[in-house]
């Protein structure tokens, strides 16, 4: 298993500022992944992070918009930039804690999140 | 690419019922499917998963059931209690690991 947390829990911005946001797991992981859940919604995913890659992002989400950072195996931010209110939702990140051989043998685990509010 | 659909959007039951969640998917490559269980104000948390070479797996009072070819996985919870209310989302995948493709939820209120 994994446990991730992410930093910060909450925050209200204000419209046109930009946020970090952080993820760390506490093992070594390959893959990890941005999702956002907008109130009352399910998760969507916003790009997946490799470690020692670029972030693959999904449609409808741009890397000006959403740049990922992974420096290492433990570590990602998602950064929301020039926020508008419509970005105001629930930040998550989860992670694989598979590696070679056991790539595929666990499953997803998820943060805590980080609730975003911009007026 | 993959869609997953979930129904019912709310249920309501009483306590010790059995509740019944159940989600199609679309792509047949999928070959993973896991539970999670959110709560007010926290994340996901996984409570069962099923992969596409078993057709049941139990844990508990918690158990899936994966139907290939008619592509659809449902979630049995039985003699519920007050605190499985939460909202609950399938998932596939390729296989773990991968991204996955969320349903839209499930919100259960179990009233005691």
């Known amino acids: 298993s994994a446990v991730i947390s992410q930093k910060p829990s909450r925050d209200i911005c204000q419209r046109g500022t930009s946020l970090t946001i952080q993820c760390q797991v506490d093992?070594?992981?390959?893959?990890m992944f941005w999702y956002r859940q907008q109130p009352g919604q399910s998760l969507t995913l916003i790009a997946t992070?490799?470690?020692?890659?670029?972030?693959?992002?999904e449609s409808g989400f741009v890397i000006d918009k959403f740049p990922i950072s992974r420096p290492n195996l433990t570590f990602s931010t998602l950064t929301v930039s020039n926020m508008s209110p419509e970005d105001s939702s629930i930040y998550l990140c989860?992670?694989?804690?598979?590696?070679?051989?056991?790539?595929?043998?666990?499953?997803?685990?998820f943060g805590p999140g980080t609730r975003l509010t911009v007026l | 690419g993959e869609n997953v659909e979930q129904h019912p959007s709310t249920l309501s039951v009483q306590e010790g019922d059995s509740a019944v969640i159940k989600c199609t998917y679309s792509?047949?490559?999928?070959?993973?499917f896991p539970w999670y269980k959110q709560e007010l104000g926290k994340g996901p948390q996984l409570i069962i998963d099923?992969?596409?070479?078993?057709g049941e797996k139990k844990d508990q009072r918690i158990a899936v059931t994966l139907n290939k070819t008619a592509k659809h996985f449902s979630l049995h919870i039985t003699e519920t209690q007050p605190e499985d209310s939460a909202v609950y989302f399938c998932?596939?995948?390729?296989?773990?690991?991968?991204?996955?493709?969320f349903g839209k939820g499930t919100t259960l209120s179990v009233s005691s």
């Open positions: 792509d047949s490559a999928s070959n993973y």
């Open positions: 998932a596939a995948s390729y296989q773990a690991g991968t991204a996955l493709i």
């Open positions: 099923i992969r596409s070479n078993v």
């Open positions: 093992s070594q992981v390959t893959m």
């Open positions: 992070a490799n470690q020692g890659s670029e972030a693959t992002y």
């Open positions: 989860s992670a694989d804690p598979g590696q070679g051989a056991t790539r595929g043998l666990d499953t997803q685990y």
